[in-house]
């Protein structure tokens, strides 16, 4: 019985690490890119023949990748996004791809950005580039009520996506009391804050909250945190977009 947890506990951490794209042109680049780890190939058996798609299977098949045939219903469950998928989709394994608990586990100092409610995928990519050339070790993002991580996400990020630890929750408000409670520093972005980003004194364990395009941090999320920051702003701009803002903190010396 112990080894059958352990196997599912195996498996599902596995599978938690598994990110599915969609659409010929995000997947064919995918394939390419020998820096990714592929487990599975999806293709509609309605697909007409096709360059692009002879191209896909022939490097599945150099790379030892498995490819499944499937009807267009099924491709559609696989993809999300029946509209979209263009008859593809491909299983990448993201090695940077974490449970808190699994990331907790490996850092005793770390800077988070925590995303409560971005909705737009462009921003949501920028973000993640930005996060990746600055000094974040990882970005804590919703597994609903948020945007995910699409080709869109993907090309927005110019695929730093693949380099940068994204820890995934089904609760964010759950996480960040857990980070609370383990001894981090919670500071939400407002621009009703006092005070200014700059000239805070960041404890080993920070986490930056970074809300909704339009509403900013949700009142229960705000509750939880620690202090809330401000970028001042000049000439009676009100506030900068949510990819800006994570640009500044993720150069935060």
Known sequence: MKADSQAYIDKKAFFDKVLTIYGRKAVL??????TLEIYKLHLSSSNRSAEVLERMEALAKKRGVEVRYCSKE????ISKNAKQDQGVALDIVLSDFYS?????????????LALDGVLNPQNLGMIIRSCTAGNIDAILLPTK????????????????LFKMPIIQTKSLY???????????????????ASSDYREVNYPTKSVFVL??????????VMGLCSEAIAIPMQRGVESLNVAVTASLLAFLS
């Open 145 to 160: 009520g948020a945007a995910q991580i699409t080709p869109l996400v993907i090309k927005a990020s110019v695929g730093t």
């Open 74 to 77: 099924q491709l559609s469950r």
């Open 100 to 112: 808190l608990e699994a990331f907790l586990a490996q850092k005793e100092a770390y800077r988070i």
């Open 211 to 220: 809300g909704n395009e339009s509403e900013g941090v949700s009142k229960e």
């Open 174 to 192: 759950h996480s960040l009391n857990v980070l609370s409670k383990e001894g981090a520093s919670l500071y939400a972005l407002s621009s009703h």
């Open 29 to 34: 680049e995918a394939l390419e890119d020998d």
